[in-house]
């Protein structure tokens, strides 16, 4: 079945370095790729998504581009901020259903 | 406006009591997803509706009933609970079923703890 790894956390940083979370799936056909983030107490917010290969999602700073031939959808920023501190999960979609499965997500830590 | 809202936020309850969280959309979808966060963060589909029909039935416990009154509601039951349910359940909604890269929209959750 469909499968989502990405890197185990926490990721600490301090502010203004730059921020790669790695994401791999593995799923049959042509899915479609997310970034959520999880701020403490909140709920799941759609950080970006690409749709097919090549596409590079792109939101707040952050961006992501979906890689077919190596399966990934890795997730960077360029300077993060102490607000960026949050879990972050990739996720795929990969049928007309819509069902998202998710990886086991990532804390960013994000210090003054 | 809250997009997908959900209560209540917090629930505390016994073990063997049934409760329900009950959720509701304003964004014009028509299907909605139950999904649950366990204590490690791990996120797993549960249910899922289209136009108030049940297409998506994960392996839940019997004990676990979503229930549909329209498009717009999925409200969801649980009986005889268990420590085991204790988690954060999110409810989620998303336009339509035949596209993979439709945006599904989430609840802020609902914090369930079991005692």
């Known amino acids: 079945g469909d499968s989502v790894t990405q890197m185990e956390g926490p990721v600490t940083l301090s502010e203004e370095a730059f921020l790669t979370i790695n994401c791999t799936y593995t799923?049959?056909?042509?899915?479609?790729l997310f970034w959520y983030v999880q701020y403490p107490g909140e709920g799941l917010q759609l950080l970006l998504k690409a749709t097919k290969a090549d596409d590079k999602g792109s939101n707040k700073g952050f961006e992501a581009t979906y890689r077919k031939e190596t399966t990934s959808f890795h997730l960077e920023k360029g300077s993060v901020q102490v607000s960026d501190s949050a879990v972050y999960f990739c996720?795929?979609?990969?049928?007309?259903?819509?069902?998202?499965?998710f990886g086991g997500g990532t804390r960013l830590m994000v210090k003054p | 406006d809250t997009a997908v809202s959900q209560t209540p936020k917090y629930l505390v309850t016994q073990m063997g009591n049934d409760k329900s969280i009950k959720c509701e959309q304003n964004?014009?979808?028509?299907?909605m997803y139950w999904y649950k966060q366990d204590s490690k963060k791990f996120l797993k589909i549960m249910f899922s509706y289209n136009n108030k029909e049940l297409i998506i039935n994960e392996t839940v416990p019997n004990r676990f009933s979503p229930k549909s009154p329209d498009k717009a509601h999925l409200n969801l039951h649980i009986n005889s609970l268990e420590l085991g349910d204790s988690a954060v359940y999110f409810c989620a909604s998303s336009q339509g079923t035949g596209f993979s890269g439709n945006t599904i929209y989430f609840g802020e959750g609902s914090w369930l703890t079991v005692v």
């Open positions: 964004l014009g979808h028509d299907t």
């Open positions: 996720a795929l979609s990969n049928n007309a259903g819509n069902m998202l499965t």
């Open positions: 799923a049959t056909g042509y899915p479609s």
